[in-house]
Nanobody
C-alpha cells in the first residue's frame, strides 16, 4: 500500500515561484517513476512532468518546459516540482502520481490512466 501527500501549493502572483513536494509512504524501499499532473476547473487532468526512478531522466509538457523542474530525493521519499515564471493559466490542482512501469514504457505516455496511485492534490492559484 502506498500513500502520496502533496504540499506547497498556494496563491502567487504571475511571474512568481512555488515549490511543490510529494512525500511517498510505502512499505518497501522500491522506487518508481513519478509524475506530476494538474487539473483546472472544467478541464481534464493533464500531464505536467515525470521523473525516472533514479532521478536522472525527466520529461515535461511543452506548456511548462523551461519554467518547471521536477526532481526527487529518494532518501527522503520525496518528489519536487519547482515552478517558476508562473502564469495565470498554471492555476490548477496539482497531483503527484506513481507509475510502476519502466521509464522506457512511461516516457511519451503522458496518460494519467497509466499511473496507479495518486495524492489528494494541492491547489495552485496564480493571479494576474
Amino acid at each position: 500500500q502506498v500513500q502520496l501527500v502533496e504540499s506547497g501549493g498556494g496563491l502567487v502572483q504571475a511571474g512568481g515561484s512555488l515549490r511543490l513536494s510529494c512525500t511517498v509512504s510505502q512499505r518497501t524501499s522500491t522506487t518508481y517513476v513519478m509524475g506530476w499532473f494538474r487539473q483546472a476547473p472544467g478541464k481534464e487532468r493533464e500531464f505536467v512532468a515525470a521523473i525516472s526512478r533514479g532521478g536522472s531522466i525527466t520529461t515535461y509538457a511543452d506548456s511548462v518546459k523551461g519554467r518547471f523542474i521536477v526532481s526527487r530525493d529518494n532518501a527522503k521519499n520525496t518528489v519536487y516540482l519547482q515552478m517558476s515564471f508562473l502564469r495565470p493559466e498554471d492555476t490548477a490542482v496539482y497531483y503527484c502520481a506513481r507509475n510502476q512501469r519502466p521509464w522506457d514504457y512511461v516516457n511519451n505516455r503522458p496518460d494519467p490512466n497509466e499511473y496507479d496511485s495518486w495524492g489528494q492534490g494541492t491547489q495552485v492559484t496564480v493571479s494576474s
